[in-house]
C-alpha cells in the first residue's frame, strides 16, 4: 500500500469485528445498535413508508405460511428495532454483484473475489464481520446487524461463498407486469430463500464438496447465482440457479448479474453486468496484488457500490472494505484466521 493509500485508510472508520457466538443476528443488533438503527433508516428512506409497510406484512407472512425457520429471529429484531421494516429488508433481494472463483495468485489455495451493489445509502459504512461458531465449524459472515441470511462469507479451512442476484425474469414487453408475475411465482414457492440456504451451508457443511452439493441441488424460493471456493487446487466454482436446477462452471469463472451458463430470457439488473463480468474475467489473476482492492474499478465499481471482499479460506484471509460513492467507506478489514 503506498503512503497516500495508507494515510486514507487511517482516517477511515474500522469495520466492527463482532463476536456472534450464541448471540445470532438479535446479539448482533444489541452489539451495533448504531448500524442497526441506521440500516433500518436507510431501507425506510428506500422503500417509502406506505411500501416498507405493506411489504413487510406480507414478507411475514409469506415467512410464516412455510414455516421459515429463521422467522423467530426475525420477530426478536422487529421487536427490538420498535419500527415496520425488518422482515421486508430480510426478504429483500436487490443487490447486484461482481464475483470470481480462481486460484490465488499467490499459490496458496483458492480465492473468491466479490464486490456487492445495492441502492441503499449506508451499507458501505455499516457493515460489520460476525464471528460464528456453528455445529460445522467456525466462520466469518461479513453482514449487517439485523440480517438472518449470508451473503458473503469464509470458513477457515472449508470454503468460502457468496450470492448474487439473477436477471428478472422475462415473460412480458412489460417491467412492471414482469415484476407482478415473478413475484406471485415466489409467493407460491415453499422452498427457502438463497440467503438461508447458504447460511444452512456454512452451518452445517464441512467440505467443499459437501457445499456445492447443497448449494446445487437443494430447491430455492428464487434463482440465485452462487460463487464457491475451497481450499485445494481445483475447488471452485460458480453455480448458476434456477428455483429446480442448476448449472455449474468449474474455476476459474466469473459471475455479474446475467446468465452465462443458462440460456433464460430476463432483464438486465445494476449497472453494465456484462462489461462488469468481463472486467472480473481480465483481472482476477492479478487483483490484489499491488493494493487489496486495486481491481475495483469502473464498471465493477459504481454508484450502487457497498462492499468489496477477498476470502481464501486455505490461508484463513479475510479481506474487506466499505464503499460509498464510488469511494471506500471504511478502512480495510483484515482477518479471519
Keep these: 500500500m503506498d503512503i497516500a493509500a495508507a494515510e486514507q485508510d487511517a482516517s477511515l472508520p474500522q469495520i466492527p469485528h463482532l463476536y456472534a457466538g450464541t448471540w445470532g443476528p438479535l446479539g448482533l443488533a444489541e452489539a451495533a445498535p448504531e448500524q442497526f438503527r441506521a440500516v433500518l ?12 409497510g405493506v411489504g413487510n406484512a406480507l414478507s411475514r407472512r409469506w415467512l410464516l405460511r412455510n414455516k421459515n425457520p429463521y422467522l423467530h429471529e426475525i420477530d426478536a429484531l422487529a421487536a427490538t428495532a420498535g419500527v415496520t421494516g425488518v422482515h421486508l ?3 429483500s433481494y436487490e443487490w447486484t454483484c461482481t464475483s470470481s472463483a480462481a486460484p490465488d495468485p499467490t ?3 483458492m480465492r473468491l473475489l466479490r464486490t456487492l451493489d445495492w441502492p441503499l445509502d449506508g451499507l458501505g459504512r455499516h457493515v460489520i464481520v460476525a464471528h460464528v461458531n456453528a455445529p460445522a465449524g467456525k466462520y466469518e459472515n461479513v453482514t449487517w446487524p439485523g440480517f438472518s441470511g449470508v451473503v458473503t462469507a469464509m470458513a477457515p479451512g472449508r470454503f468460502a461463498a457468496a450470492i448474487n442476484q439473477p436477471p428478472m425474469r422475462k415473460w412480458t ?15 407460491r414457492r415453499h422452498a427457502l430463500p438463497p440467503v438461508h440456504v447458504l447460511r444452512q451451508v456454512f452451518d452445517a457443511c464441512r467440505t467443499f464438496e459437501d457445499a456445492k452439493t447443497v448449494l446445487s441441488e437443494t ?5 440465485a447465482f452462487f460463487t464457491l471456493v475451497g481450499t485445494k487446487s481445483g475447488e471452485g466454482c460458480v453455480i448458476e440457479r434456477t428455483e429446480d436446477s442448476a448449472v455449474v462452471r468449474d474455476s476459474p469463472a ?3 448479474n446475467h446468465w452465462v451458463g443458462h440460456s433464460q430470457p430476463g432483464r438486465a439488473r445494476g449497472i453494465d453486468s456484462e462489461g462488469r463480468h468481463a472486467l472480473m474475467e481480465q483481472t482476477r489473476e492479478g487483483a490484489g496484488l499491488e493494493t487489496p482492492f486495486d481491481w475495483v474499478t469502473a464498471p465493477i465499481l459504481n454508484p450502487t457500490t457497498r462492499l468489496a471482499v477477498i476470502a481464501n479460506p486455505a490461508t484463513a484471509r479475510l479481506s474487506v472494505q466499505g464503499w460509498e460513492n464510488q469511494a471506500p467507506a471504511t478502512a480495510v478489514f483484515e482477518g479471519g484466521g
Design 41 to 52: 433508516a436507510s431501507g425506510r428512506k428506500h422503500y417509502g413508508a406506505v411500501a416498507m
Design 89 to 91: 429488508l430480510n426478504m
Design 107 to 109: 499459490g496458496q489455495g
Design 173 to 187: 414487453r412489460s417491467c412492471w407486469l414482469d415484476w407482478g408475475i415473478n413475484r406471485m411465482r415466489l409467493w
Design 219 to 223: 430447491p430455492l424460493a428464487m434463482p
Design 254 to 256: 466469473s459471475i455479474a
